[in-house]
């Protein structure tokens, strides 16, 4: 078999214009071959695997004026409008009612800059020496015109200037050209013929019997095939689902609410003191707007923080700050859900959980970021006990897969007792996800609640990144097809 008869009859017709052009750009290269510039292109790169063409690629890089830096062009920089108007020292406020407040601000750190002037006590006085700079230069030479560094004479650190203050904009140009090799060169020379090949062979073919005597497209069997990714749920969506599913299996009501919420239902409903740590802005995403109170329980949960209400407590003492209560906030847990829905739902049994985003001023690090979701749950019924909680959650996490749980002590404000659920994973150990624990009783008293309240909320993220062996907890959020594609819907 001939070297040519590797080659197909795209790469012949190619091959045979790259000969007489020697190279050529792909518009050249589709006029004198006659195939679509598509089709010739994927030739090329055909003959390139082969050694019998190379394609170059060039990336020509022009730029052009945007809508402001134009009006400069016409009207001069806001540092140059300052000092041609300023023969003599004058109050920033005087320069602001003559030109625009926007101008002088945009100016004045300039005009500090550039040494033209200076601001002393509010004053803007001018040094007298304001030569044309660079950046104007630039901006004269674009001339209504996109062009390159070489066509503007200008030095990189002038146009990233001009780049940053978003007077000029850049726009990357691709250029390919195609050039045949010593290889296809002299393959060309031994004389290519061009005969029409099948590519597929058709039942209509093989009926007709039009398929004898003609020449077969060659199959190569050494190149591996583009890979094909099926379709598939995200895979924290997956894992979201799967959490879902689990727990209306096991009985239980899903219930949502409002990304706002007032403090009240956050904080106070919850028996957290006024004065705690999760309520400070380092925390909590305090909003500007407030809202009405509850009147029905605004006194009891009141009087519980004031002085533990009508119950064995001595709640927190001081006064309950009734205007504190009414700020709204971005909701830091999902528990301000499940505690209004037992307040409106004080007759057992209860049976509910949510799964929703929360919001915390976290710094964003491989393992935080200020949204995440949490899987929030209540079970309120007569004769519920803490080793009913253990049981469910051990419940929970076996099914998601997790053969070892345990649980460890822990100090939550409106749990008593408290514990933090511990999985094990090979190579990590045990690891924290969550909470849990039966509310106070300063938690229940003022909405009517008699019976106990079992309640947990667990990080859903970190359960995520633990099932899909992650070490980076923003990989869950970023549009990352490749990731998307390769991760594992389920490993056997």
């Known amino acids: 078999m001939s070297a040519q008869d590797n080659l197909t009859i795209n790469e012949k017709k190619v091959l045979l214009a790259l000969e007489e052009l020697g190279s050529a750009a792909p518009d050249k290269l589709e006029e004198k071959s006659g195939l679509q510039v598509d089709a010739a292109m994927q030739a090329a790169f055909m003959l390139q695997e082969k050694g019998l063409a190379s394609v170059s690629e060039k990336v020509l890089e022009r730029y052009s004026l945007t809508k402001e830096g134009e009006e400069y062009t016409k009207t001069g920089l806001p540092e140059r409008q300052i000092i041609d108007a300023l023969k003599a020292p004058a109050p920033l406020e005087e320069l602001r009612s003559r030109f625009s407040p926007k101008t002088v601000g945009i100016a004045t750190g300039w005009l500090i800059k550039k040494g033209w002037a200076k601001v002393e006590n509010g004053v803007m006085v001018p040094s007298g020496n304001a030569p044309a700079g660079r950046d104007e230069e630039v901006l004269a030479a674009f001339a209504g015109k996109a062009k390159t560094l070489e066509e503007l004479a200008a030095d990189e650190g002038t146009v990233k200037e001009l780049l940053k203050r978003k007077l000029v904009i850049k726009h990357e140009e691709k250029s390919r050209t195609v050039s045949v090799t010593g290889a296809g060169s002299a393959l060309a020379a031994e004389g290519i013929v061009l005969e029409e090949e099948i590519a597929q062979l058709t039942p209509e073919l093989l009926k007709s019997g039009a398929w004898k005597g003609k020449k077969f497209r060659p199959y190569r069997l050494d190149i591996a095939p583009n890979p094909l990714y099926g379709v598939k749920i995200h895979p924290y969506r997956r894992l979201i689902e799967q959490m879902r599913q689990i727990f209306l299996e096991m009985g239980f009501t899903e219930i949502k609410g409002g990304i706002i919420q007032s403090s009240f239902w956050n904080f106070d409903a919850l028996f957290q003191p006024q004065d705690h740590p999760a309520r400070d802005m380092q925390d909590t995403f305090h909003l500007g707007s407030i809202c009405q109170l509850p009147a029905e329980y605004s006194d009891k949960v009141a009087a519980m923080h004031e002085s533990g209400g009508d119950i064995d407590s001595c709640g927190w003492g001081g006064i309950w700050d009734r205007e504190l209560a009414r700020r709204n906030v971005l909701r830091t847990h999902t528990t301000s859900v499940t505690i209004k829905y037992l307040a409106d739902n004080p007759e057992p049994p209860v049976k509910a959980f949510c ?138």
């Open 355 to 492: 799964i929703d985003r929360a919001y915390r001023r976290e710094t964003i690090d491989p393992t935080h970021t200020p949204e995440f979701e949490q899987l929030e749950g209540v079970v309120m019924d007569k004769d519920m006990s803490f080793a009913d909680l253990l049981g469910l959650l051990a419940e929970f996490y076996h099914r998601m897969g997790f053969e070892e749980v345990r649980f460890r002590p822990g100090y939550f404000p409106y749990t008593e007792p408290s514990v933090e659920p511990e999985v094990y994973v090979d190579g990590l150990g045990w690891v924290e996800l969550g909470g849990a624990g039966v509310f106070r009783k300063e938690v229940t008293e003022p909405f009517g609640i008699k019976e106990p309240v079992l309640a947990w909320g667990l990080g859903v993220s970190r359960l995520a990144m633990l099932k899909l062996g992650l070490k980076d907890l923003r990989l869950l959020y970023q549009s990352d097809i490749d990731w998307l594609r390769k991760s594992e819907v389920c490993r056997i």
